[in-house]
């Protein structure tokens, strides 16, 4: 859909210049004059005047998903039309790709396709499991029943997602602070002392002469330092984009200490969550796991659900295949089976859901509580060292002055 650069005025008069995306310079016209602007003229974008978009992560956080759902839920409560909703939610959002797919989805509408029709054409926006169930409810006539269980998953995705990130967050910036003071005591504090004691005649202690060396080695190779450290980094984090690299980076995170079984539990917690609501929406079950997979961010767990749909459609029970995968803990078979047995998967997935959810939270905790102390214990260790370092010369120096 071609795009165009406008020049308008507000109510006060101010001019105001921006990008719209519109079939015709006409449509271009009515969408900026709904916004309560004047248009002055209207022009297709070229290379210099298009918007640059650079993004980093996700374009959509499940928090922004989980608000649009909400927001449409109370809208179509209130008798609001589809379009007259997409009209104020695009007006309402803030993140501008989602503004952007939303006007884009209304503006599909008019034209005559369904609402899942229209979100399908932006995946990057609107996941599949999210076009699903709106599909589901478009069926049935219970489109605001979808929406809301839509916002209750979302909610349900950034509250877990929240939580490991918070229990990765804290390691990390100590790590990155420690090394930083590390450095800087290196390269500035630890010299500093040390032209003090060059001009004594006295034998320095090995732990002294040992950090000397490391802080001569990083002033006087610095410049290689760096780069190589940045080239380390983008090297690795290109391999991890690699088939190779996610499914070893996949392998690394159910495995490491203490984040181990925390990634375990998220990654059941989004399965069963996930798994339920297609289900819920009328998806066969093979079709459903493939979504599943498809929105699993480790490699392994993804890999995994690819080939238990595979064997979901041969005629094998998921509780089987799930239990031959070796990824699950002996909790997610079981009451797959015992939903498998009565007919209620959905509703034991989502029991499952939910107690997984409550794993993740308290793990959570756990992982911080145990964390913690190991990273002040080893930053104290790191300052100790270039402590001592630093008071080993001078300690041996009073006592050359004392025995004098």
């Known amino acids: 859909m071609p795009e165009f650069t406008y020049v308008a005025q ?36 070229n290379a210099l005047t298009k918007e640059i978009n650079i993004t980093i992560g996700k374009l959509v956080k499940p928090r922004d998903l989980s608000v649009f759902c909400r927001q449409f839920v109370s809208m179509l409560s209130a008798g609001v039309t589809i379009v007259a909703a997409l009209d104020m939610l695009s007006g309402q959002t803030e993140n501008k790709y989602m503004k952007k797919a939303i006007t884009e989805t209304r503006q599909d509408i008019l034209k005559g396709e ?43 995705a950034a509250q877990t997602a929240g939580m490991v990130k918070k229990a990765a967050m804290y390691p990390a910036i100590v790590a990155i602070v420690s090394i930083i003071v590390g450095v800087f005591m290196l390269v500035k504090v630890v010299p500093s002392y ?43 984090a290109m ?7 996610k499914l070893l980076f996949g392998k690394m995170a159910i495995k ?12 059941c917690s989004l399965f069963a969550r996930t798994l339920s609501t297609l289900i819920y929406s009328g998806l066969p079950l093979t079709e459903a796991l493939d979504i599943v997979a498809d929105t699993m961010s ?67 905790e756990t992982v911080m509580a145990a964390v913690e102390p190991m990273i002040i214990l080893v930053m104290a260790a790191l300052v100790g060292v270039l402590i001592a370092a630093v008071m080993s010369p001078m300690i041996a120096m009073y006592d050359q002055m004392g025995n004098m």
């Open 298 to 364: 480790n490699e392994v767990y993804k890999r995994a659900l690819k080939k238990v749909a595979d064997e979901v459609s041969q005629g094998i029970p998921l509780s089987v295949s799930l239990k031959k995968s070796k990824l699950f803990p002996p909790m997610v078979d079981y009451m797959v089976d015992i939903g498998e047995n009565t007919g209620e998967v959905e509703e034991m997935l989502e029991k499952l859901a939910d107690y997984y959810d409550e794993e993740v939270k308290m793990t959570t």
């Open 256 to 267: 490491a200490p203490f984040f181990g079984k925390l990634n375990v539990k998220t990654a």
């Open 239 to 245: 391999y991890k984009k690699t088939d190779s690299g």
């Open 114 to 156: 369904t609402l899942a029709d229209s979100m399908s054409r932006h995946p990057k926006i609107f996941p599949d499991i999210m076009v699903n169930m709106i599909r589901a409810g478009e069926a049935s006539g219970k489109l605001e029943i979808a929406f809301e269980r839509m916002a209750e998953h979302f909610e349900k």
């Open 194 to 236: 040390m032209e003090m004691f060059d001009s004594m005649d006295m034998e320095m202690p090995a732990l002294t002469k040992a950090v000397i060396a490391m802080s001569d080695f990083i002033v006087a190779y610095w410049y290689i330092l760096l780069p190589a450290i940045i080239l380390i980094v983008v090297a690795i």
């Open 10 to 45: 507000d109510s006060t008069g101010k001019e105001k210049k921006g990008n719209v995306v519109a079939d015709t310079p006409q449509m271009a016209v009515e969408m900026v004059s709904a916004e309560g602007l004047v248009v002055l003229s209207v022009k297709e974008a």
